[in-house]
């Protein structure tokens, strides 16, 4: 069995309906997945927004539970985290950093062999070599930010906008970018199986 765990900001809107969507999907495929969700900023408890649960249900998906807030003992249970943004994965590693090698934005794992993560690869090495430079004083060659900047520009967003507060269309867009996301990343949880 394969654990998955869903992070976002409040645990009321993205990371329910993914946890919801990518549930569905795997049991649709006969996966042996086990989903949960997780925010890095809430308490337990609060109820899925309004929108989030209309949205699930225009798509016949059960919705979750009230909130969880992410825990020591949530990242530990995960074989795999995924997050709605990079802000999330940071919060996530900075406070449980023995979780790097399982943690991702959802995107990230969604496009995990996707040549573009040869491109991010490349932009946080130089990024990394650019902050170690800076903090001794020196520069990164003219070349390297060239390409830092060029990578910058050609890489896709790998954060899936909050839709909260917005209106039932903005959580329906927002539905889409994340089942879009989860068909792809089945499919690699159906080669982890």
Known sequence: MTRVLIVCTGNTCRSPMAEAMLRSLTEE????VEVRSAGVSTVDGLPVSPN????????GVKKPSGSTSLTG??????????TMTAGHKRAVLEKYPEAE????????????DDP??????????LFAEYQTRRALGKE?????????????RRLPS?????????????????????????KRSVD??????
């Open 29 to 32: 495929r006969g996966l042996d």
């Open 52 to 59: 989030a649960a209309e949205t699930l249900r225009k798509r």
């Open 73 to 82: 003992e949530g990242t530990k249970w995960a074989d795999l985290i995924l």
């Open 101 to 112: 090698v399982k943690t991702f934005t959802l995107k990230e794992f969604a496009l995990k």
């Open 116 to 125: 573009v993560m040869d491109d991010l690869a490349e932009a946080e090495r």
């Open 140 to 152: 990164l060659p003219q070349e390297d930010r060239e390409r830092l900047a060029e990578l910058q």
């Open 158 to 182: 790998f954060d899936i906008a909050d839709p909260y507060g917005g209106p039932l269309e903005v959580y329906e867009r927002c539905a889409e970018e994340i089942m879009d996301a989860l």
């Open 188 to 193: 690699k949880l159906r080669t982890n199986d």
